[in-house]
């Protein structure tokens, strides 16, 4: 477990209230699922990978940890700068301890699936907040290609993976909208013989794809009336990649959000990844009124990528967004900062996958909305916010669960707080953002650890 998970550590508060304009410009940390994926396929490939750019949070670190537990070499050259000896597709090790996943659901989804067609027995852990975490919706496709798995009540961590030394390709239609389980079930496709396929109803994020192709694997996407269908061509030698991260862009939502509220704001965010199935929060933000243009478009290692112009506007509640919650889904607890200082009432639904991640967001944003003075109503897959136009009145304390997101949200609505807004505890903004308040603070914002 993580020291800075651990509830017998320390928690570190953190107390938001409003500082001056946000003004400057500010480069983003590395974005977090292509960090993930090019430490994980760079594991498979035949040959040295370099990485620069990777996010260097603690969630990134426990996927390089677990990789070279199963026999990967994974050297850090400098600062973002990394180089990953890969051991081949199939070549993974049965690693001597417990591999501790920290906060990270994202990699211990995606790991479970390379265990699973690799003849290894793994056992998985990680912190309060992880173990709390619902592995059933991988574990479900996995044992359909062979593997075993024990865990425990509610297919949570601590658990026991067992990979098969004999995998069956399968054709799987995703029950929900999960890029983690897309991915899953393709990186346990790697080391299968034949055809792996997964179908979407909602295409959803497509890093492991993009990358994947980049690397030399037989990987074909088809869009069609009833979806989006994949298809992996099993036991391929990946190549190595060398990869310059993005910008993520689930971590430039909080000053994306605190440019739009903060009058007078004037910030721009470089080289950010603009991946099409990850960019709602730009439309989101858009429909509400906010002031966002995107500049110096390019490409990097197959992503799509921009800087970010954003200036101070007048929000306005939304009933409802035209884009698919699937496309922002871990954006929505700063969107609903966001609709807490607009102009009027906003609704936002089918949100059911918000209550199964770190913390139950629906249930933590709505408790800290009203600890500040917002009037809200939440439902049990959605919830409305009664946008007070202006400043919250704020006041209050609000418990983070451990969830990074719900922390740093808060932080960027205490911009706009008449009194200041108290966070129970900071530690976990390290998982996925080390230099959030450093950063924040740079551009203008009021921020006290």
Do not use: C
């Not at 497509?206 to 009833?226: K, N, Y």
């Amino acid at each position: 477990m993580s020291a800075h998970h651990s509830p017998d550590a320390q928690p570190e508060p953190l107390v938001s209230a409003p500082g001056r304009a946000l003004e400057g410009a500010v480069r983003i940390p590395g974005d977090k699922s292509v960090s993930h994926r090019s430490i994980m396929l760079g594991a498979l490939a035949v040959g040295k990978s370099r990485v620069s750019g990777l996010l260097e949070g603690e969630d990134v670190m426990a996927t390089a940890a677990a990789m070279r537990a199963m026999g990967a070499t994974v050297t850090r050259k400098g600062e973002g700068e990394w180089e990953i000896d890969g051991v081949g597709v199939g070549g993974l090790l049965e690693p001597d301890d417990v591999i501790d996943m920290g906060n990270s659901g994202t990699s211990t989804r995606l790991i479970m699936g390379l265990i699973a067609t690799h003849p290894i027995q793994v056992t998985m852990t990680g912190d309060a907040s992880l173990r709390k975490r619902p592995m059933g919706r991988v574990i479900d496709p996995l044992t359909a290609m062979g593997a075993t798995v024990s865990a425990r009540t509610g297919g949570r961590l601590p658990l026991v993976i067992k990979g098969t030394d004999t995998p069956l390709p399968i054709d799987y239609t995703t029950p929900m909208a999960s890029a983690q389980v897309k991915s899953a079930v393709l990186l346990a496709g790697l080391n299968t013989p034949g055809v792996t396929t997964v179908r979407e109803k909602v295409a959803t994020r497509d890093h492991t794809e993009r990358m994947l192709s980049s690397m030399g694997a037989d990987i074909r996407v088809e869009d069609g009336p009833e979806g989006r269908v994949v298809k992996l061509v099993g036991q391929p030698e990946l190549s190595p990649i060398h990869m310059e991260v993005p910008g993520d862009i689930s971590s430039s939502a909080f000053p994306m959000v605190a440019a739009s509220i903060v009058p007078g704001s004037d910030v721009l965010i470089r080289n950010v990844g603009l991946n099409p199935l990850r960019t709602g929060i730009i439309f989101a933000l858009r429909e509400m009124g906010a002031d966002i243009t995107v500049e110096n478009e390019r490409v990097l290692g197959g992503e799509p990528v921009g800087d970010l112009r954003v200036r101070a506007a007048r929000l306005k509640g939304v009933q409802g967004l035209s884009v698919d919650p699937s496309t922002m889904i871990d954006e929505f607890p700063v969107l609903f900062t966001a609709a807490a200082v607009a102009e009027g009432e906003s609704r936002f639904d089918g949100l059911h996958e918000l209550r199964v991640k770190e913390s139950d967001r629906l249930a933590a944003m709505a408790a800290g909305l009203k600890a500040n003075g917002v009037e809200v109503e939440e439902f049990d897959d959605g919830i409305i916010i009664r946008g007070r136009g202006g400043n919250v009145p704020g006041g209050g304390t609000v418990e983070t669960h451990l969830d990074h997101r719900i922390a740093m949200s808060f932080a960027v609505l205490g911009q706009r707080a008449d009194k200041p807004v108290t966070i129970d505890d900071a530690r976990a903004i390290r998982t996925s953002f080390p230099v959030f308040i450093e950063m924040m603070k740079g551009l203008g914002a009021g921020l006290e650890a």
